[in-house]
Structures are given as C-alpha cells and as structure tokens.
C-alpha cells in the first residue's frame, strides 16, 4: 500500500508543485494519475522512490516513511518504466532484463530462468535475449523495459508515460497486453499519463489533478457519472457514453445462459457457438462488443469464458444498463 499524507512540494526556486496531496492506493490495484502538463502527476510519482522529497508531509510505502529508506535501495525495490524506455544499448535484451536482479544479489540460475519468465509474459520470443535493443521496434522496446522493470519481483511498479512516445495502435495493443499481464501479476501500479482515455481503460482508480491538487480520486465509472466540478467535467470530455463502452464489460450487461429461454430466438445459438462464428469474451469492453454486433446480422452473440457459453449480449441488453443508470 502507498499513502500520501499532507504531501508539498515546492522547488528551490519557489515553484509548488503540488499542494497538501493526500490519496490511498491500495496492495494490487493500479491507480492513474492524469491531468494537464505541469498538474504534478510526474513529481507525485516520483516522491515513491525518492527521485523527489517532500516539502511537507509523509510519503508511505507500505506503511513506513520512505524517508526512513535508504534511496538506493528503495529503487532497487521500486520498478520503475518512463517514456523514453532508457533501455541500455550496449547491452542485449536479456542483459537488460537482468540488471536489477543482477545488483540486489541473485543467482545466474535463477536470473536466467526469470528472463525467459518475462519474456514469455512480455509475448517476446525466448532468442530475443541475445538481441539488441537497436534491432527491436519501438513496442518490442517498450515490452523489454516493462519486463525490466518487472524483473526483481517488484511489490510497487511505477509507469511514468509508458506508451506516450508510441504509435496509437501499437499504443492499444500495448494497453491491452498489459491489462492481461496485470491479471497474473501481484503488483501495486502507478501509471502517469495526460490521456484521460488512456486512464479510464487502465485504472482501478483515477486522480486527476488541476494545479498541484487532486480535484477527484474516484474509480472511472463514478468520476464518468459524477464528476466532482467543472475542471473535471471539461477534461472528461464530450462522449462520456461512449466512453463508458470502454470502461464497461461484457459480464456487466449479459443475460446469464441459465436465465435466458431462447437463444436462438435472438439469433444465436449459445450452446454450440463456442466451437465456431462470432462471439465475445465476458471480460471484453461493450465498445469491443458493440463492434461485434455491428459486424453481424445476427440480434445477439454468444458470451463465452474459458471456451464455455455462459451468456448472450445484444444491443438491447447494452441499451438497458444505460437506461438503467448502469446498475
């Protein structure tokens, strides 16, 4: 858990850059912190592993003063992945992913098998150890640094613009492997980026400053219905129910195989479509539906989880939650 208690920071030059900043973020959720350059999301960031020290206040990493670390050894502890990636050139990919594991002490044995591990997780070939950044793309070099910083088993992993410097879908490829990776990792995330859509799809919960203060820390779904003030509301955006579609899974809006009596009434049939023809996933988004149902002339597709039917969505069921409020 990391906790921001009272926290300041001003500059030598008298510059604050953030002001009385208190938010909780709680073991094994990722939390977003986005605003406009210059809000103070980075210098947030970078109080964690003492890059920056407070002016006022108490940083807590899981439940002790960060002051109390040693800076050295906390970053050692901390992964940490920016923008520019700052993958070393001269080394191979597998060197690179070695790094951290190689200062706090591990054996080769067991840095070895943890570069294969990552590079399995980061949906790298295994010969890609031997590589050199120069020879990867820029998404390839992107997946190296995460993997990097994933290397020393990290308890926190602090993402500062990791997907800012990519194309936009390579940006979304990435987004979406890593929200897949975040379901097999124990790990306690805070991501800095200044796309209010890129928060909303990968955040538990979001904080969205306005000069040097948190105006909002609420999950997506409130901070879409309830935005706290206007500032909030016009960085939101226009669309919000569109931008709900994103935020908003399959599992949410479905009618339950059990409860639904004609499935092929409504255009398909649930018991046999596992095996072949469209269908989604119950954890993909309604946007990622809704492009299904387009593409189809059937009324409804067939939910599945594990290869197994578990339920149909349609329009309608999609049109329903909305109406409904979203409950």
């Not at 670390?69 to 690179?96: K, P, S």
């Not at 591990?117 to 070099?141: A, H, I, K, N």
């Not at 990435?174 to 800095?192: G, S």
């Not at 955040?203 to 779904?221: C, L, N, S």
């Amino acid at each position: 858990m990391i906790e921001f208690d009272g926290v300041t920071k001003v500059y030598d030059d008298g510059t604050t850059a953030i002001k009385d900043i208190d938010f909780t973020v709680e073991e094994g959720t990722t939390t977003v912190l986005v605003g406009p350059s210059g809000c103070g999301k980075t210098t947030s960031m970078k109080l964690i592993n003492r890059l920056e020290d407070p002016t006022e206040g108490t940083v807590y990493v899981d439940g002790t003063d960060n002051q109390s670390y040693d800076e050295v050894a906390l970053r050692r502890e901390i992964g940490y992945v920016i923008q520019e990636i700052g993958l070393f050139d001269h080394l191979t990919v597998g060197e690179n992913i070695a790094t951290v594991p190689e200062l706090v002490g591990w054996e080769r044995e067991r840095i070895d098998e943890r570069v294969d591990e990552l590079l399995e997780l980061m949906d790298l070939p295994v010969d890609y150890r031997e590589q050199y950044p120069r020879e990867l793309s820029g998404g390839q070099r992107q997946r190296v640094g995460v993997a990097r910083a994933l290397a020393a088993d990290p308890d926190v992993l602090l993402m500062d613009e990791p997907f800012g410097a990519l194309d936009p879908i390579t940006r979304e490829n990435l987004q979406d492997e890593f929200l897949d990776i975040q379901e097999r990792i124990n790990t306690t995330i805070l991501f800095v980026t200044h796309s209010i859509d890129e928060a909303l799809k990968m955040g538990d919960r979001i904080a969205i400053f306005d000069v040097g203060e948190i105006v909002q820390y609420d999950t997506p779904a409130e901070i879409l219905s309830n935005p706290a003030n206007q500032f909030v509301e016009e960085f939101i955006g226009e669309n919000q129910t569109f931008k709900r579609l994103s935020i908003t899974t399959v599992a949410d809006v479905m009618e339950p195989a059990e409860d639904y009596v004609s499935v092929a009434e409504a255009g398909a049939d649930a018991m046999t479509a596992a095996d072949g023809g469209r269908r989604v996933h119950v954890d993909d988004s309604l946007k990622a539906a809704l492009t299904e149902l387009l593409g189809t002339e059937e009324a409804s597709l067939p939910v599945v989880e594990d290869g197994d039917v578990v339920g149909v969505v349609s329009e309608a069921h999609v049109r329903s939650y909305f109406d409904s409020g979203g409950r």
